[in-house]
Nanobody, 125 residues
Framework: QVQLVESGGGLVQAGGSLRLSCAASGRTFSSYAMGWFRQAPGKEREFVAAKRWSDGSTYYADSVKGRFTISRDNAKNTVYLQMSSLKPEDTAVYYC??????????????????WGQGTQVTVSS
């Protein structure tokens, strides 16, 4: 099993930056990829970014491409989401997720097996 704990959320004004962290424990060696999703009130959970462990390949939603960067620190078993040029529409609960299989895709929540509890990001106008 993989345990995930997100941190770094908070309140920031539009145009600002924030870095989210996701600390992984347990059978982290079984993870195929790590991803970030977000869910705003009344909305479906949507894909934000993902990173494949084996080769470091990255994947981004069009809505965040060029503004968000996913990175990792293997020594710390931690994945990060650096968010820049934040917009009010980025406001959501952000979730870290682990993908333990090499199929089902990177963009859908069903492709991920383990989830963190989420961290709130609020961007004010």
């Amino acid at each position: 099993q993989v345990q995930l704990v997100e941190s770094g959320g908070g309140l920031v004004q539009a145009g600002g930056s924030l870095r989210l962290s996701c600390a992984a424990s347990g059978r982290t060696f079984s993870s195929y990829a790590m991803g970030w999703f977000r869910q705003a009130p009344g909305k479906e959970r949507e894909f934000v970014a993902a990173k494949r462990w084996s080769d470091g390949s990255t994947y981004y939603a069009d809505s965040v491409k060029g503004r968000f960067t996913i990175s990792r620190d293997n020594a710390k078993n931690t994945v990060y989401l650096q968010m820049s040029s934040l917009k009010p529409e980025d406001t959501a609960v952000y979730y870290c997720a682990a993908k333990t299989v090499g199929y089902s895709g990177f963009y859908s929540p069903v492709g991920y097996d383990y989830w963190g509890q989420g961290t709130q990001v609020t961007v004010s106008s």
